[in-house]
């Protein structure tokens, strides 16, 4: 390996056969490349598939309501059912261990906002303050709702980032001002932003009494939302979160007189089974790229392969020569493996080298939906390269081998 | 020098086995030029490439400055090659990657002669057979004569004990082919034992002995009266 001369000779062969060692070296080089941008860009999309998830807390449950298609105890199907506090507070008082948060939502879309001469139309929502962390809202300015809001049905509201901008034209110091929602005036007392983007951020936010009382809601809501402790494993949470799901339909259907089997009266959602899916995509897109990466280093492995074969076949003259001149047949092996390893490491790293600059450089100003800052783990880039020499020396060792061991005299007649 | 004591040699083709070399006894001095001749098929190539341990013999003993060559291997067989053998091809077989010096220097190398000794050495040599200034050439720029001239100089680069030549004007015209046979009687009339296969008279006759083969057995063994081939360049 460190034999001075041998060195010398080899740089002396690749030297004088640039066309040879710069095939092989583009071909060990691309097909490095090809799988550290590959599984790059797997990563990328892995990351920018949890991003887009991370907007909403992951194991939220809501809960709404529809008209009920079936006849249950002398009631008329299509009787419209109406969530009440009532309601809300059961569930509150009867699961205060499992729950996390929780909070009832009365909503009016398109409530007519003013702010001085400007009107725009919002969704306006009347919620419990723990709906911050159930929407996983983060406040820019000010505060976010809290309890005594909600006891002294103050006019106090929350607008978003988005609103902000658009409504009050970025005025500076928007907390504490007022603006009128349905003509009546609100105290701002904060904002907030949501990290799924601007059009989480068309909300605003109002205690539920109040909002109850501004738009005549009585004591009906529109959706209730909660999030559970979560247990020891994800399985277990999911089983939880669909056992406690079950639960509340069930006990809405009992208060509301809805039949049993209706399963359009009550409906509910659970973002868990959403996790689940999504990290049943997650295993999908890994497998997926993960097994085009594989090809590409079998396919780089072949090419390695069948160019250490040419290379084997095309010096088989040149090895009876050196024979003939007093080589011995490890000396010949030495020379062929020697060369294979060098030209596949340098070429090797470089593509190594090339790509993952590539993805360092590029990577983090990539902002694509659902791609997002495509990296590579640099240990697996290596593993590939060394694997790709060993794979290369492997495949040239067997024809090196047998080279080695023709007779001189066939060697010699090889055109 | 050379010492076999009946040679048989055999090829199989297919099923059939055809016997090549059918008992041959023949020796070599040290300081001798002998010419094998021998209309083609008759065996010539077969006994050089024995006597080169470029094939192996299958009955019979060989002996090579005093060493028994047997139970060859090719480390054993290599070592031989270069300590005792120069070889000369009808094709030449340089290297063509290679310079003409890096060509005569090859076997020094496999000597494990360091790159400075090498390197003067090859070039004494290659200035030898007069062709000193054309050392950074690459055999494709040679002529067929310079080309074989660069390959004497590479089997003599090694100071072999038996230089062994194919048919080495086979490839020349008559012209280029008395050229190299001038310096092959040079390089005997400095003490080199050597041997020639040819299937050319003339060239046989500026050798100092000339074997006749015939279908595997020696036909004649007779020394002649060299023909200087200084005379017709």
């Not at chain 1, 097909?31 to 990328?44: R, S, T």
């Not at chain 1, 009382?213 to 669909?242: C, I, Q, W, Y």
């Not at chain 2, 036909?219 to 002649?224: I, S």
Request: charged residues 25%; glycine residues 8%; aromatic residues 10%.
């Amino acid at each position: 390996m460190f034999d001075i001369e041998r060195w010398q000779e080899i740089f002396e062969t690749i030297r004088k056969n640039k066309l040879r060692t710069v095939l092989t070296g583009i071909s060990v080089a691309s097909g490095i490349f090809i799988l550290v941008i590959l599984l790059g860009f797997g990563q990328g999309m892995q990351n920018g598939i949890a991003l887009e998830f991370e907007e909403d807390a992951s194991n939220r449950i809501g809960v709404w309501t529809q008209v009920t298609t079936k006849e249950y105890k002398g009631l008329n199907p299509g009787r419209p059912i109406t969530l009440r506090n009532e309601n809300y507070a059961y569930v509150e008082d009867k699961f205060a261990d499992e729950l996390e948060y929780k909070s009832p939502n009365f909503r009016v879309f398109d409530a007519s906002i003013n702010y001085k001469k400007e009107s725009g139309a919002y969704s306006v929502q009347g919620i419990s303050p723990e709906y911050q962390h159930i929407e996983n809202e983060f406040i820019s300015q000010g505060r976010f709702l809290n309890y005594k809001d909600h006891e002294s049905v103050s006019k106090v509201a929350v607008i978003s980032n988005k609103i902000h901008r658009e409504l009050l034209q970025n005025e500076e110091n928007p907390v504490g001002r007022e603006l009128k929602i349905a003509d009546l005036s609100f105290q701002i007392i904060g904002v907030y932003g949501d990290k799924g983007g601007e059009r989480e951020e068309n909300r605003v936010y109002i205690p539920l009494s109040t909002g109850q009382r501004v738009f005549n809601g009585g004591d009906s809501l529109n959706m209730m939302f909660f999030t559970l402790k979560p247990a020891a494993t994800f399985e277990k949470t999911l089983e939880e979160s669909v056992r406690f799901t079950d639960e509340i339909k069930t006990y809405l259907k009992q208060a509301h007189t809805v039949a049993p089997d209706d399963e359009s009266a009550i409906n509910t959602f659970n973002t868990l089974e959403n996790v689940q899916r999504f990290m049943n995509l997650m295993m999908g897109i890994k497998s997926f790229f993960w097994f085009v990466g594989v090809c590409t280093i079998i396919a780089g492995i072949v090419g390695v392969s069948n160019i250490m074969l040419i290379i084997v076949k095309e010096r088989t003259r040149e090895i009876g020569i050196r024979k003939a001149l007093g080589a011995k047949p490890w000396s010949i092996v030495g020379m062929i493996l020697h060369e294979a390893v060098f030209v596949t490491a340098v070429s090797g790293f470089g593509g190594l080298i090339v790509s993952m600059g590539l993805l360092e450089l590029v990577g983090p100003n990539v902002e694509v939906d659902y791609v997002s800052n495509p990296s590579i783990d640099f240990n697996v880039a290596l593993t590939t390269v060394f694997l790709l020499i060993f794979a290369g020396t492997l495949a040239g060792f067997f024809p090196a081998w047998r080279a080695a061991r023709i007779k001189p005299i066939e060697a010699l007649k090889e055109e | 020098m050379i010492e076999i004591k009946d040679l048989h040699k055999s090829y199989k083709m297919g099923s059939n086995s055809l016997h090549v070399l059918k008992g041959i006894n023949f020796s070599v001095e040290e300081g001798e030029l002998v010419a094998i001749m021998g209309s083609s098929g008759s065996g010539k190539s077969t006994l050089l490439n024995i006597l080169g341990m470029l094939d192996e013999l299958d009955e019979g003993s060989y002996t090579l400055d005093g060493v028994p060559i047997v139970n060859l291997n090719e480390t054993k067989a290599a070592n031989y090659r270069n300590k005792f053998l120069g070889f000369v091809f009808q094709s030449f077989n340089l290297i063509n990657y290679k310079t003409a010096m890096e060509n005569v220097a090859l076997p020094l190398y496999y000597q494990r002669m360091p790159r400075k000794e090498r390197e003067e050495k090859s070039l004494k040599y290659l200035d030898q057979v007069g062709l000193k200034e054309w050392a950074t050439h690459l055999p494709s720029e040679l002529s067929g004569g310079q080309k074989q001239r660069v390959a004497i100089a590479r089997a003599m680069a090694a100071e072999p004990k038996v230089l062994l030549a194919d048919e080495p004007t086979g490839a020349l015209d008559s012209k280029t082919s008395y050229e190299v046979m001038d310096l092959i009687q040079k390089i005997n009339d400095q003490g080199n034992t050597i041997l020639i296969v040819t299937h050319e008279p003339d060239i046989a006759n500026m050798c100092k002995r000339i074997v006749h083969l015939k279908d595997g057995i020696i036909l004649e063994d007779k020394k002649v009266k060299q023909v200087r081939a200084a005379a017709y360049v």
